[in-house]
């Protein structure tokens, strides 16, 4: 048997439907204009209070409240300008904002770091003309000062006076001639002198002299994992008082019952201030200069701490001989 259809609703309650939809539309609208109008005013006053209650004020910072590695940067700007410009005054102006009554040690602090570091050699002259004319003095200063140049004027010494000749022969006034008597002369005895010793030879003097004062300086040792060769080694680099590769020098490597020898600028791929021994685990080398400077001992190759392989060493040594 078919099923009745459903009753279809009546006109009142059609009307009804229609006007509880309009009325649910018309809270939505409200609820949404009042959330608009509730958003705009917030931005108001939002903006309000930044632009006219407490708006922003420019200020800027002294580089005296600047962190240790800030002001080590600023002072490294400042030498990279002074070195383009030379306007000194300027320079001044910019360091004296870092309250700094220590500045010129400061600076020649920084360029001892920057020698170690392996900055570029222009950069570290820069920073050495801006410690020198802040009045810094140190062994590492005077590699860059200018050398003095010996010499000059040759100093005159006063010449002995002479005794004038007359001019014309005295006149005597007796026609006799009168024989003058001459007061005898006393032979004066030089004192005895006691000789003083000199040198042997000027050549022991300069060897001795060179033998005191060590011809290179080591600027730097790292221990570096080199996992990416197959054999570790210790690397060295050379440079001159300008910081240019030194080509030609010699350097020794010593260990127990063991020794030897290499010269920098022999490696084409590397600096003309390189060269390398290759070494072995778990002993211990030495490393010299032929001059007889200091020794760098203790460089033992070790197993690479996160990685398959052993450790090398990076020396950095720069000479104290200027060309």
Do not use: H
């Amino acid at each position: 048997m078919a099923n009745d259809p459903s009753p279809s609703p009546s006109p009142t309650a059609r009307s009804e439907r229609r006007e509880r939809r309009r009325q649910e539309r018309r809270v939505i609208l409200s609820l949404s204009s009042l959330f608009a109008v509730a958003f705009t005013l917030s931005l108001i006053g939002a903006l309000y209070t930044a632009w006219i209650i407490y708006p922003l004020n420019d200020v800027t910072a002294s580089p005296a409240v600047l962190r240790a590695d800030y002001k080590a940067d600023y002072i490294y700007m400042i030498s990279q300008s002074y070195a383009q410009d030379g306007d000194w005054v300027q320079a001044q102006d910019r360091l004296n904002k870092l309250n700094d009554p220590n500045l010129a040690n400061t600076t020649l602090n920084l360029l001892e770091d920057a020698l170690r570091e392996g900055r570029p050699p222009e950069a570290i002259r820069n920073l050495a003309r801006l410690a020198e004319q802040l009045g810094a003095e140190g062994d590492t200063l005077a590699l860059f000062a200018p050398t003095p140049v010996l010499g000059g004027e040759p100093t005159v010494l006063p010449s002995p006076t002479a005794t004038a000749e007359p001019t014309s022969e005295p006149q005597l006034a007796d026609t006799e001639a009168v024989s003058p008597t001459i007061p005898p002369t006393a032979t004066p005895i030089p004192p005895t002198m006691t000789p003083t010793p000199l040198p042997e030879t000027a050549a022991e003097t300069a060897n001795e002299a060179e033998v005191a004062s060590p011809q290179f300086r080591l600027l730097s040792q790292r221990e570096i994992c080199q996992a990416d060769l197959s054999a570790p080694r210790i690397e060295i680099i050379i440079v001159d008082p300008n910081l240019d590769d030194l080509r030609g020098a010699e350097v020794f490597l010593e260990w127990e019952n063991g020794r030897d020898r290499a010269l920098t600028g022999f490696k084409p791929n590397n600096s003309a201030g390189y060269a390398d021994f290759t070494i072995e685990p778990d002993i211990s080398y030495t490393v010299s200069m032929s001059d007889g400077s200091a020794t760098t001992g203790g460089l033992q190759s070790t197993p690479c701490a996160n990685e398959d392989g052993f450790t090398g060493w990076v020396l950095r040594y720069q000479s104290l001989v200027t060309p």
